[in-house]
């Protein structure tokens, strides 16, 4: 029984081993199988990308070897340049293909000399108005043996803020024979990043713009009808000054500010206003103080524009009266050497006498004129003061209130050849002379040079000089750094005159 059972077991695991050993390919439709097969698959890709990989790498060990192979070259090259005789060069091929020339664009050369060029660029102003015109401009430096003329500067430029988008082209720029070059890009609306690239080397700028704002100061009519027809003693008359701000919406608050002649040009805000939507602005003010004085008003932008000023208004605030007796000049301040004249009204007072005092600092008031009013009671005196002069008007009845006159120096810049001229050019390092006269002036009276603040909003003294026996003076400057540079001559007050200052002028220095 054993040998038949064991003999039947036998033969059914042969009937079942045999079916699959005799098939020589496997059944799509077994799973064991499929898996078989997709591992199979996934272990060929693997091989394929381990084969890939290590071409790539052989690749670039190849590029390695090849760019070593070139700088070694032109090493030895360099080397063997260094005892060669000038009057027998060696032209052999290898050293001719181990010393490719350079190409035409420094940015792309593959010579290592020309890759170390550095390139500069400035503004010639880092803050402008809108709408205003720009200046880019530097140099092209690089190694020695290396010329750096005739070559492209491409200056990229981006706006800068919320939602600024990358650089574009501004333009292009051939440099001169010193490497230097010099570029105007189209005018612009917002704060803008520029860029200059020279090979690996990038040098950037930033130019900021500000709005424009406008000022106007409130008519006589228009003064005189609110105040009753004169503005008498002891009341303080308010003044409305009116301007605008544009682009719209570049400023919301404007401030006014003032400075007296008396103290220069020592700006203080006095009051505030809103613009509207449209731009349009009025700040009203009341001054204590009568006698004239600068007026601006300063918009302020934020944090992504530059503040902007306007330009300065002269105004005179109407001068307290006495109703009996009214006093006022014809000019305020007056340039030293010229008249003003002094006019009035004595009411009732019809073809009586008036008599004019004056007094100057450290004397007391003193009779210096006469006149008789005419029959609706006016009076005319004419005076040439040569300092800073108070007068003073009294008739039979009553006087007037003190009028205070203002004289200011006359400040006549030369026009020497080495005197700077708007506009000018100069070297880093390389100085310049500013002479002119100062009438009248004293032997030693001190007379600044002075440099616009970046903002436009007020200036600070880089050199200082003095006036001689004759009321000439010579200022001697260096100027270091490149950029562009406002500047004006500022002869302070000596305490018989007022502040005199020329026109602003501009002076670009270039490295």
Same mark, same amino acid.
């Given at each position: 029984?054993?040998?038949?059972?064991?003999?039947?077991?036998?033969?059914?695991?042969?009937?079942?081993?045999?079916?699959?050993?005799?098939?020589?390919?496997?059944?799509?439709?077994?799973?064991?199988?499929?898996?078989?097969?997709?591992?199979?698959?996934?272990?060929?890709?693997?091989?394929?990308?381990?084969?890939?990989?290590?071409?790539?790498?052989?690749?670039?060990?190849?590029?390695?070897?090849?760019?070593?192979?070139? @700088?070694?070259?032109? @090493?030895?090259?360099?080397?063997?340049?260094?005892?060669?005789?000038?009057?027998?060069?060696? !032209?052999?091929?290898?050293?001719?293909?181990?010393?490719?020339?350079?190409?035409?664009?420094?940015?792309?050369? !593959?010579?290592?000399?020309?890759?170390?060029?550095?390139?500069?660029?400035?503004?010639?102003?880092?803050?402008?108005?809108?709408?205003?015109?720009? !200046?880019?401009?530097?140099?092209?430096?690089?190694?020695?043996?290396?010329?750096?003329?005739?070559?492209?500067?491409?200056?990229?430029?981006?706006?800068?803020?919320?939602?600024?988008?990358?650089?574009?082209?501004?333009?292009?720029?051939? $440099?001169?024979?010193?490497?230097?070059?010099?570029?105007?890009?189209?005018?612009?609306?917002?704060?803008?990043?520029?860029?200059?690239?020279?090979?690996?080397?990038?040098?950037?700028?930033?130019?900021?713009? +500000?709005?424009?704002? $406008?000022?106007?100061?409130?008519?006589?009519?228009?003064?005189?009808?609110? +105040?009753?027809?004169?503005?008498?003693?002891?009341?303080?008359?308010?003044?409305?000054?009116?301007?605008?701000?544009?682009?719209?919406?570049?400023?919301?608050?404007?401030?006014?500010?003032?400075?007296?002649?008396?103290?220069?040009?020592?700006?203080?805000?006095?009051?505030?206003?809103?613009?509207?939507?449209?731009?349009?602005?009025?700040?009203?003010?009341?001054?204590?103080?009568?006698?004239?004085?600068?007026?601006?008003?300063?918009?302020?932008?934020?944090?992504?524009?530059?503040?902007?000023?306007?330009?300065?208004?002269?105004?005179?605030?109407?001068?307290?009266?006495?109703?009996?007796? =009214?006093?006022?000049?014809?000019?305020?301040?007056?340039?030293?050497?010229?008249?003003?004249?002094? !006019?009035?009204?004595?009411?009732?007072?019809?073809?009586?006498?008036?008599?004019?005092?004056?007094?100057?600092?450290?004397?007391?008031?003193?009779?210096?004129a006469t006149a008789t009013t005419d029959e609706a009671g006016n009076y005319t005196f004419t005076q040439a003061?040569?300092?800073?002069?108070?007068?003073?008007v009294t008739d039979a009845a009553t006087s007037s209130t003190v009028a205070f006159e203002a004289v200011k120096?006359?400040?006549?810049?030369?026009?020497?050849?080495? =005197?700077?001229?708007?506009?000018?050019?100069?070297?880093?390092?390389?100085?310049?002379?500013?002479?002119? $006269?100062?009438?009248? +002036?004293?032997?030693?009276?001190?007379?600044?040079?002075?440099?616009?603040?970046?903002?436009?909003?007020?200036?600070?003294?880089?050199?200082?000089?003095?006036?001689?026996?004759?009321?000439?003076?010579?200022?001697?400057?260096?100027?270091?750094?490149?950029?562009?540079?406002?500047?004006?001559?500022?002869?302070?007050?000596?305490?018989?005159?007022?502040?005199?200052?020329?026109?602003?002028?501009?002076? =670009?220095?270039?490295?």
């Open positions: 029984m054993w040998p038949a059972s064991l003999l039947c077991a036998a033969l059914v695991i042969l009937g079942l081993i045999l079916p699959i050993t005799a098939s020589a390919s496997p059944d799509p439709l077994d799973p064991i199988a499929g898996n078989a097969t997709g591992a199979e698959e996934r272990a060929n890709r693997a091989e394929e990308r381990a084969t890939r990989a290590r071409e790539r790498r052989a690749v670039h060990a190849e590029r390695q070897a090849a760019r070593a192979e070139e @700088r070694a070259a032109r @090493r030895n090259a360099r080397r063997g340049a260094k005892h060669e005789q000038p009057a027998q060069p060696d !032209t052999s091929s290898s050293e001719t293909a181990a010393s490719p020339p350079p190409s035409e664009s420094g940015a792309h050369s !593959t010579d290592r000399s020309v890759r170390r060029c550095h390139v500069s660029i400035q503004a010639s102003s880092r803050r402008i108005t809108v709408s205003e015109a720009v !200046t880019l401009f530097g140099k092209l430096t690089c190694p020695t043996g290396v010329s750096a003329a005739d070559r492209e500067v491409a200056v990229d430029q981006r706006p800068l803020g919320g939602g600024a988008s990358g650089f574009t082209v501004a333009g292009t720029a051939t $440099t001169e024979a010193d490497g230097s070059y010099k570029l105007t890009p189209p005018t612009f609306d917002t704060n803008t990043m520029f860029r200059v690239r020279e090979g690996v080397h990038r040098a950037r700028t930033v130019v900021k713009i +500000a709005p424009v704002v $406008t000022l106007s100061g409130p008519t006589p009519a228009v003064e005189a009808s609110r +105040a009753g027809g004169r503005a008498r003693y002891g009341q303080r008359l308010k003044s409305t000054f009116s301007g605008t701000v544009s682009p719209t919406g570049m400023g919301k608050r404007v401030a006014l500010q003032i400075s007296y002649a008396a103290n220069g040009e020592r700006w203080h805000t006095v009051a505030f206003g809103r613009v509207a939507a449209d731009g349009s602005y009025s700040i009203t003010h009341g001054f204590r103080i009568s006698g004239e004085m600068s007026v601006r008003t300063i918009a302020h932008t934020g944090k992504q524009n530059v503040a902007a000023v306007s330009e300065a208004l002269f105004y005179a605030p109407p001068q307290p009266q006495n109703p009996q007796l =009214t006093i006022q000049t014809s000019a305020n301040p007056i340039p030293y050497g010229q008249s003003v004249t002094i !006019t009035g009204v004595a009411a009732g007072a019809a073809s009586q006498p008036v008599t004019l005092l004056v007094h100057t600092e450290g004397s007391a008031f003193a009779v210096v003061p040569l300092q800073n002069t108070s007068y003073r120096s006359v400040l006549v810049a030369d026009a020497a050849p080495d =005197t700077a001229l708007s506009g000018q050019t100069v070297q880093s390092g390389q100085q310049l002379t500013f002479s002119g $006269t100062l009438t009248p +002036a004293h032997a030693g009276q001190v007379v600044y040079l002075e440099r616009e603040y970046a903002n436009g909003l007020g200036h600070h003294v880089v050199e200082v000089g003095s006036v001689n026996a004759t009321s000439g003076y010579t200022i001697v400057h260096t100027f270091n750094g490149a950029g562009a540079n406002v500047l004006r001559i500022r002869a302070p007050s000596d305490g018989e005159h007022q502040v005199s200052t020329s026109a602003p002028f501009t002076v =670009t220095v270039t490295h």
